[in-house]
């Protein structure tokens, strides 16, 4: 079904729940929500290739027709039990942005924006049914349906628009604004709930983003309906001020907005004016989502021994058969430690930051049990043996692997499964950790700087396949991890080497090698 038979039905649904509608006028700004924005939004979201797209169709009809036939009944014993299948209907679109999340990771802060409106819905979902149901929520009923709108036009289509803006551009000021309009309607109602005073001040936070969002849509370069994509975001501008209002009469006891003026107006601006706006205007020009990175990935899963992937035992003397493949010109150390490596000592000295060290002592007790990344809380530092095997052809999918085994007395720190991919004439060394049901994978960029050779997970550029995932079944999950390593020759046959991790940009631990040429391969 195209747009306009998708817009004329939604259509014909709302205006027959507005002539069977007996309540309050400002009751069916939820209901136009649930019936028109909802469903044309779902289907500017979603893609052809989702598991969601072909259950949509036979799950949409129950959603949408238990709202019509609430307002065609009237109130009944039945309300409940429809309210209900709307809700879980709104539980469904949640899994849908669930498995688009884990099926991305922490990559394209947009779709994540998309991603939490569509996650968000089910909490509307789940207001409304609190109103019907009459479920005693510490509310007043007018307050719990307006709870209920809130989220399905601030936690849900906020959030989508503001992906599909993402789209087209982003920096970091968008991610700034993004983050604070998902956080936002949580702090609000925690706000209205507990603190007046904290819905005042999430109220300041989403007039923010609420304004970075309206700068960048007239930053961004959107083909066709530009300006009600802008008028959209603009009409937010102008109905926050009504709730910034409303907020300061709550705090100071000095009302200047009441509840039937925000209704009036607040509520008839989001629904006639942003809502109406964004969906036509995105109907006509919804951007295309990047395409998600695409690389050879390990196939060996769960907790590994060396000697059981390797070909015959074969012991392998270096991580890469010829350095030339990166397209690098390294010092000759360097290049003999990746294509000689067994043939260097390496000493390491660990140093977890401080306000992870208590996080290390759990997580150590984790990775004493998988065998990787398992590394001392002391800083001393101490000798890494082991030794690099070739992994038996067909075992792990990736070509030329070598499985690098890493000791610290006698434990196991590491192993590693490397290899490298090509794209868009750039190489990567491409890392696998094997993890119980699932795997760690590291894709590398390699550099210069200077002398010393730079490997990091960092992109230099958004189509790069650079990061840290975790492979899953057919997911491909990107963390909110970051690794640097620095190798810099300090004289002939010894190298230095900084290997420093952030988790969501901060710091959590640096590890200092000393690499020196073993005195019987001089």
Not at 132 to 154: C, K, N, Q, R
């Amino acid at each position: 079904m195209n747009v306009y038979k998708t817009a004329v039905l939604c259509g014909l649904m709302f205006f027959l729940s507005a002539a069977f509608h007996e309540g309050p006028w400002y009751y069916l700004l939820l209901t136009a929500a649930q019936l028109v924005y909802v469903p044309l939004v779902l289907r500017q979201v979603i893609q052809k290739e989702d598991w969601f797209y072909k259950t949509y169709k036979w799950i949409a009809p129950f959603g949408y027709g238990s709202v019509l036939l609430l307002h065609m009944l009237g109130p009944s014993p039945a309300g409940p039990i429809l309210a209900g299948i709307y809700l879980l209907f709104t539980v469904f679109v949640a899994s849908y942005g669930v498995t688009r999340f884990l099926k991305r990771g922490f990559v394209r802060f947009e779709e994540f924006s998309i991603d939490m409106g569509l996650i968000s819905l089910m909490i509307g979902g789940g207001w409304f049914f609190a109103h019907i149901a009459e479920v005693d929520t510490g509310f007043s009923p007018i307050i719990t349906w307006l709870t209920g709108i809130h989220f399905h036009y601030s936690s849900f289509l906020l959030p989508v628009f503001a992906g599909f803006l993402g789209r087209l551009l982003k920096g970091t000021v968008y991610r700034a604004a993004v983050s604070i309009l998902i956080v936002s309607p949580v702090i609000v109602a925690a706000g209205i709930a507990f603190s007046v005073w904290l819905e005042l001040f999430s109220v300041i936070l989403y007039i923010t983003g609420i304004y970075a969002l309206i700068w960048h849509s007239f930053k961004a370069d959107i083909p066709r309906g530009k300006w009600l994509i802008r008028l959209s975001f603009l009409s937010l501008g102008i109905t926050i001020l009504f709730s910034l209002a409303y907020a300061s009469g709550n705090a100071f006891g000095e009302y200047a907005v009441s509840i039937d003026t925000m209704l009036k107006f607040h509520g008839v601006l989001n629904g006639g004016v942003f809502a109406l706006a964004g969906v036509i205007g995105w109907s006509v020009s919804t951007p295309a989502s990047a395409a998600l990175p695409s690389f050879p990935v390990s196939k060996i899963r769960g907790k590994q021994h060396a000697a059981d992937l390797a070909a015959e035992a074969q012991i392998h003397v270096g991580l890469v058969d010829d350095m030339k493949i990166y397209g690098l010109k390294t010092t000759d150390t360097i290049t003999d430690f990746y294509e000689h490596t067994s043939g260097y000592r390496l000493f390491a000295a660990v140093h977890w930051h401080t306000w992870f060290k208590p996080f290390a002592f759990f997580y150590r007790w984790i990775s004493s049990r998988t065998e990787q990344i398992h590394l001392p809380l002391s800083s001393a530092q101490k000798e890494m043996t082991g030794g690099i095997y070739t992994v038996r052809e067909g075992l792990d999918g990736r070509p030329s692997v070598r499985a690098w085994h890493r000791q610290i007395d006698e434990k196991t720190v590491f192993l590693a499964l490397y290899s490298y991919h090509q794209k868009d004439g750039e190489t990567y060394m491409n890392i696998a950790l094997p993890l119980p049901g699932c795997s760690m994978i590291g894709i590398l960029e390699l550099s210069k700087s200077g002398d010393s050779l730079l490997l990091t997970s960092r992109k230099h550029n958004p189509s790069s396949d650079a990061g840290i995932y975790l492979a899953w079944k057919n997911y491909l999950f990107k963390l909110p991890l970051d690794e640097v390593f620095r190798v810099e020759e300090t004289e002939k046959g010894k190298l230095a080497a900084t290997h420093h991790m952030k988790a969501a940009g901060i710091p959590f631990l640096t590890i200092d090698y000393m690499i020196s040429k073993k005195e019987s391969s001089f």
